[in-house]
């Protein structure tokens, strides 16, 4: 049986009633991190070990004036029913703010042609939608990148706290698929 597959059997488990009910876990409140809860591993061999796995590449965007977005490599689906996506982002991120006041956002998968792009949507305080081609998201009108492999339409539905980042959890309004043919891979601090 397949992940589909896996995840279809699972959802009728627990619409079945047989599944036992599990109580909720208190939301963490937003906090820092403290000295204490520090893990005793180094930054740097943390981000040279995890650099190993590779990771496709997005752009988050929003509708705004001017539109936000960022380049975002923590990126995964999460749920078929609902659909729901999610992504991760640094707690001192100046552009989540802006996406977080939209209330809304779309997910653009970026197409191995678009490492450029990446880089503009990486770069801070610049311009990052100066000669690029978008148009609306069909439900949010957040910026929907041309050339991009797929989009994902969504509404913000949770943020959790996650040490120095926040996950972000989305909730799919509309999607599609675009024009690019491969992905855009990140590996060991480049693109492949």
Known sequence: MGQAGMAEAAVRYLRSGRALSVEALPRPELRCVREDERAPVDQAEFRRVLGNFASGVTVVTAPGTPPAGFACQSFSSLS???????????????TWPRIARA???CVNV???EQGPLCRAFAARGADKFAGVDHDPAPVSGSPRLAGTLAWIDCTIHAVHTGGDHLIVV?????LGTGEGESPLLFHRGRFV
């Open 80 to 94: 078929l029913d609902p659909p729901l996506v999610a992504f991760m982002v640094g707690r001192t991120s100046t």
């Open 103 to 105: 209330g809304v956002f």
């Open 170 to 174: 989305g909730r799919v309004d509309a």
């Open 110 to 112: 970026l197409s191995a």
